[in-house]
């Protein structure tokens, strides 16, 4: 049913946003578009659809990106031109480490004409590698998001609040303009939760009390000891119509806790830097629902396994992830047709404390390690209030300009006087679980 003038009114931000992204050049109209027809499609519709789009992939790969053309022939997953889909599982996983083995080998032969852009990694895994990624992935990931909003009952431009980490906030003291602006267009608050001090998190409890979001995104810490907080202060509390957690393991406990603070119901999402929005859960709660449309995802003796559908200007095929997680069988009671993983496991991300009580979130590290070439993963260890412990994998002597910039960001916001020791090591083994810890506060 078309939208009354009222409702248009009411959130006159939705047209202006659907307009501009349209004047952009259309690539996330056109991607909500072909999303939308894809998540109306029956089970078996939908696997060959998303067959489909897997096997285009693996051919561009196979004519065009250097590392994949010897892959794909040698384990004879392509062969005379077609795909042999029944042969993909031979193909070994990609790890960062190969990633930086491989280096330019892994970029397609025209990514410079796909409008292509530098990422990152993200730290979950304490081995950051830089990434290339372009707009046509860009456009699916952002209409991806706009989905499963959607599918949440939340509309582009409804109020939201995101409980997030802005390293450029804490360093500059400004998220920058073009940040301020975007944010200003979707009618979205930006809560720095890399630094949260007990006055800040009041004032953050004040904030979503005066603006009232529709929806709260946030990293899945930080809205545990922002409830922790609102519990143990008294102060008011909004309750959105929903919480989007995010970043670190939602356990049914946090669920429940965060969810009966806030008195709002807690989704669980998952995704990552080198792979964007993989999955979400919808209104039922049962399993997150994986966008089979832009991802290709596997669980390979538990562990995640992603081939993305999207980034032809670096593919990621058979990309292990550095999560486990587990199936949901059957299908799920909205009638989406997508598989779904029943949970995710592993990620941890942590806070450090400080003795006046401000919580520094892990996210704020990690960032401080990537671009690193000499760096091939680390470990981040608050032994006490003062003091830290950086583990460091190196591949070659680190400059001693950047051991000092990374010893300056830690003391911005861990204090002057924090001792920094810096071990450094060949390698990084991972938790008896299998996961890697990339920070870890023994004060927690």
Known sequence: MPESPRQLFSNWRKPLIYGLLHAAGGGVPARLREITRAAAMPQDELRRYQQDRLEKIILHAYSSVPYYRRLLAEYEVVRDGAVRPEFLDRLPLLTKQLIRQAGDK?????????????????????????????????????????????????????????????????????????ERLINSLYNRRLLNTFR??????????????????????????????????????????????QII?????????????????????????????????????????????????THYVELVNGRVVVTVLTNYSM????????????????????????RRLARITG??????????????????FTHIFYFRPWLKSFRIVQKDYDMVICRLAVSSQPPESELAEIDRRIKLVMGENCKIEHLFCADIPPSPSGKYIYTKSELA
């Not at 304490?126 to 706009?146: F, H, M, S, T, W």
């Not at 949260?196 to 904030?207: F, G, H, N, S, V």
């Not at 922790?228 to 119509?241: K, N």
């Open 106 to 178: 892994l970029l397609s032969a025209d990514y410079k004409t796909r409008k292509p852009y530098f990422n990152t990694s993200g730290g979950s895994t304490g081995e950051p590698v830089r990434l290339v990624q372009d707009k046509a992935y860009n456009d699916a990931n952002i209409a991806d998001k706009i989905f499963f909003n959607r599918m949440l009952g939340k509309e582009p431009g409804d109020r939201e609040i995101k409980l997030w980490g802005s390293e450029r906030d804490i360093i500059s003291g400004t998220i920058g303009l073009r």
């Open 196 to 241: 949260m001090t007990p006055a800040r998190m009041d004032a953050y409890l004040r904030e979503m009390a005066a603006f009232k979001p529709h929806t709260i995104w946030t990293y899945t810490d930080s809205m545990i000891e922002l409830a922790r907080h609102a519990a143990a202060s008294g102060a008011e509390i909004f309750s959105p119509r």
């Open 245 to 293: 957690a995010t970043t670190a393991v939602l356990t049914e406990e946090k669920r429940r806790f965060i969810g009966d603070i806030f008195r709002a119901p807690v989704h669980n999402q998952y995704g990552s830097r080198e792979a964007g929005p993989i999955a979400c859960e919808c209104a039922c709660h049962e399993g997150l629902h994986v966008f089979d449309w």
């Open 315 to 338: 593919p990621l095929i058979r990309y292990d992830i550095g999560d486990t997680a587990e199936w949901q069988p059957g299908l799920c009671r909205c009638g989406l047709a997508t």
């Open 347 to 364: 990620r941890i991300s942590g806070h450090f404390r400080l003795r006046d009580g401000t919580l520094i979130h892990g996210e704020y």
